[in-house]
């Protein structure tokens, strides 16, 4: 992730990449791209525990704590593509972060690119569970 | 409108069998789509800053015309007072205005009396309202609750309670692949021990029209009395409560021009009286005290507290602007948006439409084979074109087919064939973007 590592820093650096589209059209197709690009997660963890429960489509986030390092791992998937780009976004942010971090994220750069509508809670696709998953996951191994 | 004229065509089974020769509608009985939808400001908006808004999702709810708007506006500023109790003037005119309304609903419906007609926040508490009164009077331990694989979670979710309850089993019958009721095998469901029928007259996830007459036929042979789930007939055809001599109907006000949270429940005049009231409280009572409480009677015994008084008298207005229009005209026009949109979307590659029975009203559901509901919703939403993804309220019967959702548009009669395009270009895009 280069020299780029905090999650303030990492979010600006989605905000870049984002400004370079004017329009909705633009911003979605990178978002799908996003999705594509994060790996699918294996059919083994698609488990209950992983489940992101309060989508209209099917979620799933993983979180391992690397004990060496102290730093979360997170893997996510979904069935539908925007909300696989939604997940690869807050991923990109919090991956490989220590659980502190991760607990305090600030996902204020969702606005800026223009994706606010999928944070209000009715929209149904997961992104503030998902993020709320994370954050849970991150209080645990944070001590 | 009025009653069985209009109920009648369209449960007829030769309503789709239009002799060829039928000359075209006369101009004095053509529906003016352009002069109808002008009556409803929310659909003259752009969404997203310069995007002229399609609105397809009227299954879910309706926008409301100027006549309607005007009359809550006119309500609050004139007459706004409490009901039934005032000897003063303004409480006057809201009783009124309120009893007024009942009346046009008791109209609307083709009931026999107007205090059949009891106001409930909208359907589900209808539905609940049956299930807690009635429904515990009717259905005992070991009796059966019939309701279908079709039903709407707030046509399944009460009686699931109530069988809890009381110790009853829930029978579900089945749809065909088309999205049909297996009538052909409602012998085997309707039982000796058939306590309560409770069926939807219109599918809300297929748009299925369900041949309810014949189901009540059916049930009352062996004088089992039926709930029909009207929320999403009230809006598209003519309602006829004696000619269907249905139990009990309940449908809600939003999906047909009224404000949100009013609704009402018909039932037979015999049952009113004999079921036990809803919940307690002011303005259902005839005496009370301490050593005991007298009820008032019907409609009244289940309106306990301050109604929604407002949202009543613009339900009241709602329904009298929809009995004003040329009913026939108006299904000829729904019914040739439905089969444009039919025709148009079934023409796309790589969609299927769920739900093709031949008798259909104002909802065409959809999936793409690769496309997730919730992309292509979020894709036409960006497009201006308001449509429902998901389960619809309606989890067992899109498990029957083994989807996790479909896309659903559900027109009203202000649709238009224009709007049909310009869902129909958005589908293509979504198909660019995301197949």
Known sequence: MSATNTVSDRAQEIVDEFSLFNDWMGRYEYLIELGDDIPQLPDDHKTDENYVHGCQSDVWIRADFDDEDRVLHFQGDSNAKITKGLAALVIRVVDQQPPGAVADADFEFLDEIGLQEHLSSQRNNGLRAMIEEMRARARTHDS | ?435
Request: proline fraction near 6%.
């Open chain 2, 1 to 435: 409108m009025g009653g069985g004229g209009r109920l009648a065509s369209v449960l007829s089974p030769t309503h789709t069998l239009m002799p060829v020769t039928t000359s075209p509608p006369t101009a004095a009985s053509a529906f003016d789509v352009e002069a109808f939808r002008a009556d409803f400001p929310a659909l003259q908006q752009d969404v997203y800053e310069d995007t002229p808004l399609v609105y397809l999702d009227n299954a879910a709810t309706s926008q409301k015309p100027t006549a309607v708007i005007d009359r809550l506006d006119q309500f609050y500023r004139r007459e706004n007072s409490n009901v039934h109790r005032g000897v003063h003037r303004l409480s006057q005119d809201a009783t009124d205005a309120y009893e007024s309304a009942r009346e046009s609903l008791a109209r609307f419906v083709n009931a026999d009396r107007t205090e059949e007609i009891i106001f409930t926040r909208g359907t589900t508490e209808g539905l609940n309202l049956v299930a807690s009164t009635f429904g515990k009077m009717t259905v005992e331990a070991g009796d059966e609750i019939l309701l279908t694989e079709m039903e709407h979670h707030s046509n399944i979710v009460p009686w699931q309670m109530l069988a809890e309850e009381v110790g009853a089993e829930i029978r579900v019958l089945p749809v065909t692949d088309r999205g049909e009721l297996r009538m052909d095998e409602l012998g085997d469901y309707l039982t000796p021990d058939t306590a309560l029928v409770a069926v939807t007259h219109v599918s809300n996830t297929l748009g299925t029209i369900n041949p309810v007459e014949a189901l009540i036929d059916a049930a009352h042979a062996q004088d089992v009395p039926v709930v029909v789930d009207g929320a999403q007939s009230a809006p598209h055809m003519p309602v006829d409560v004696q000619a269907l001599d249905a139990d009990f109907f309940v449908f809600s006000g939003h999906k047909v021009f009224g404000p949100t949270g009013i609704g009402i429940l018909y039932g037979k005049h015999e049952h009113l009286t004999a079921m036990p009231p809803y919940q307690g409280g002011g303005d259902m009572i005839d005496q009370v005290s301490f050593d005991g409480t007298t009820y008032d009677d019907p409609p009244h015994k289940f309106e306990a507290g301050t109604p929604n008084i407002a949202d009543v008298v613009g339900l009241g207005t709602a329904v009298e602007y929809v009995m004003d229009l040329d009913w026939d005209a108006v299904q000829a026009h729904e019914d040739d948006v439905l089969a444009y949109a039919t025709e148009q979307v079934e023409a796309l590659e790589g969609v299927r439409i769920v739900g093709t029975a031949p008798e259909k009203t104002s909802v065409l559901s959809f999936v793409f084979d690769d496309i997730h509901p919730y992309d292509a919703g979020t894709f036409l939403d960006r497009l201006g074109i308001a449509v429902r993804t998901g389960h619809h309220c309606t989890q067992p019967l899109l498990k029957r087919y083994g989807l996790p959702g479909t896309i659903r548009a559900s027109f009203a009669a202000y649709n238009t064939r224009e709007d049909v395009d310009r869902l129909v270009d958005g589908l293509k895009k979504v198909k660019q973007m995301l197949g």
